[in-house]
Protein backbone atom coordinates (compact mmCIF):
# COMPACT_ATOMS: atom_id res chain seq x y z
CA UNK A 1 0.00 0.00 0.00
CA UNK A 2 0.65 3.73 -0.80
CA UNK A 3 0.48 6.31 1.68
CA UNK A 4 0.37 10.41 0.98
CA UNK A 5 1.29 12.13 3.44
CA UNK A 6 1.03 16.18 2.89
CA UNK A 7 2.45 19.37 5.18
CA UNK A 8 2.08 22.84 5.33
CA UNK A 9 -1.07 24.92 4.21
CA UNK A 10 -2.69 27.34 7.07
CA UNK A 11 -4.04 31.00 6.90
CA UNK A 12 -2.06 33.60 5.16
CA UNK A 13 -2.75 37.17 4.13
CA UNK A 14 -2.99 38.19 0.42
CA UNK A 15 0.39 38.63 -1.15
CA UNK A 16 2.11 36.15 1.03
CA UNK A 17 3.72 33.07 0.53
CA UNK A 18 3.00 29.34 1.61
CA UNK A 19 4.60 25.80 0.74
CA UNK A 20 3.17 22.63 0.49
CA UNK A 21 4.54 19.25 0.80
CA UNK A 22 3.84 15.96 0.39
CA UNK A 23 5.77 12.40 0.66
CA UNK A 24 4.73 9.11 -0.48
CA UNK A 25 5.94 6.04 1.58
CA UNK A 26 5.01 1.96 0.99
CA UNK A 27 5.06 -0.39 -2.20
CA UNK A 28 7.04 2.39 -4.25
CA UNK A 29 8.70 1.19 -7.56
CA UNK A 30 8.42 4.04 -9.50
CA UNK A 31 6.72 7.53 -9.74
CA UNK A 32 5.05 8.60 -13.15
CA UNK A 33 3.98 11.97 -12.03
CA UNK A 34 2.87 13.63 -9.10
CA UNK A 35 0.43 16.71 -8.72
CA UNK A 36 -1.65 19.66 -6.87
CA UNK A 37 -5.04 19.32 -7.16
CA UNK A 38 -7.88 22.05 -5.15
CA UNK A 39 -11.07 22.31 -4.90
CA UNK A 40 -12.94 26.17 -3.24
CA UNK A 41 -16.24 25.46 -1.48
CA UNK A 42 -18.94 25.19 -4.34
CA UNK A 43 -16.31 24.19 -6.86
CA UNK A 44 -14.88 22.09 -9.25
CA UNK A 45 -12.12 19.70 -8.25
CA UNK A 46 -8.84 21.29 -10.68
CA UNK A 47 -5.73 20.79 -11.47
CA UNK A 48 -3.13 23.30 -9.93
CA UNK A 49 0.44 21.79 -10.91
CA UNK A 50 1.86 18.28 -11.99
CA UNK A 51 5.59 16.98 -12.50
CA UNK A 52 6.11 13.68 -14.59
CA UNK A 53 9.20 11.44 -14.13
CA UNK A 54 11.31 13.26 -16.68
CA UNK A 55 11.08 16.77 -14.91
CA UNK A 56 7.93 18.30 -17.24
CA UNK A 57 5.81 20.55 -15.61
CA UNK A 58 2.45 22.35 -16.35
CA UNK A 59 -0.03 24.35 -14.60
CA UNK A 60 -3.33 25.67 -14.36
CA UNK A 61 -3.50 29.49 -16.28
CA UNK A 62 -4.99 31.23 -12.70
CA UNK A 63 -1.46 30.11 -10.92
CA UNK A 64 0.99 30.15 -13.67
CA UNK A 65 4.15 32.22 -12.79
CA UNK A 66 3.07 32.18 -9.27
CA UNK A 67 2.98 28.80 -8.28
CA UNK A 68 6.45 26.46 -8.84
CA UNK A 69 6.03 22.84 -7.85
CA UNK A 70 8.90 20.49 -8.01
CA UNK A 71 10.45 16.91 -7.03
CA UNK A 72 12.66 15.30 -4.75
CA UNK A 73 12.73 12.11 -6.36
CA UNK A 74 15.34 10.87 -3.81
CA UNK A 75 12.55 11.86 -0.76
CA UNK A 76 9.55 10.45 -2.94
CA UNK A 77 8.34 13.99 -2.42
CA UNK A 78 6.47 17.04 -4.05
CA UNK A 79 6.32 20.30 -3.34
CA UNK A 80 4.51 23.32 -4.48
CA UNK A 81 5.71 27.12 -3.39
CA UNK A 82 3.34 29.39 -3.92
CA UNK A 83 3.64 32.62 -4.07
CA UNK A 84 1.72 36.30 -4.51
CA UNK A 85 -1.56 34.52 -2.82
CA UNK A 86 -4.49 35.92 -3.88
CA UNK A 87 -7.83 35.09 -1.53
CA UNK A 88 -9.11 33.32 -4.85
CA UNK A 89 -6.35 30.19 -4.13
CA UNK A 90 -8.92 29.41 -0.93
CA UNK A 91 -9.20 25.78 -0.97
CA UNK A 92 -8.60 22.37 0.30
CA UNK A 93 -5.30 21.28 -1.46
CA UNK A 94 -4.48 17.64 -2.27
CA UNK A 95 -1.61 15.56 -3.20
CA UNK A 96 -1.59 13.10 -6.10
CA UNK A 97 0.45 10.69 -7.44
CA UNK A 98 0.72 7.92 -10.09
CA UNK A 99 2.79 4.94 -8.98
CA UNK A 100 3.42 2.20 -9.82
CA UNK A 101 4.80 -0.43 -7.37
CA UNK A 102 6.84 -1.96 -10.21
CA UNK A 103 8.60 -0.97 -12.67
CA UNK A 104 6.52 -2.76 -15.56
CA UNK A 105 3.27 -2.95 -13.24
CA UNK A 106 -0.09 -0.98 -13.84
CA UNK A 107 0.26 2.14 -12.36
CA UNK A 108 -2.43 3.14 -9.61
CA UNK A 109 -3.53 6.09 -8.62
CA UNK A 110 -3.10 7.39 -4.89
CA UNK A 111 -4.58 10.55 -2.97
CA UNK A 112 -3.42 12.72 0.12
CA UNK A 113 -6.09 13.46 2.64
CA UNK A 114 -5.69 17.16 1.72
CA UNK A 115 -4.34 20.15 3.36
CA UNK A 116 -6.30 23.85 3.69
CA UNK A 117 -4.95 26.85 2.49
CA UNK A 118 -6.83 30.09 3.23
CA UNK A 119 -6.18 33.41 2.40
CA UNK A 120 -7.45 35.98 3.79
CA UNK A 121 -6.94 39.51 4.94
Known amino acids: QVQLVESGGGLVQPGDSLSLSCAAS????????MAWYRQAPGKAHELVARIVSSGSTNYADSVEGRFTISRDNAKNTVYLQMNSLKPEDTAVYYCNAVIRRYSLSSPNTYWGQGTQVTVSS
Open 26 to 33: GSIGSIDA
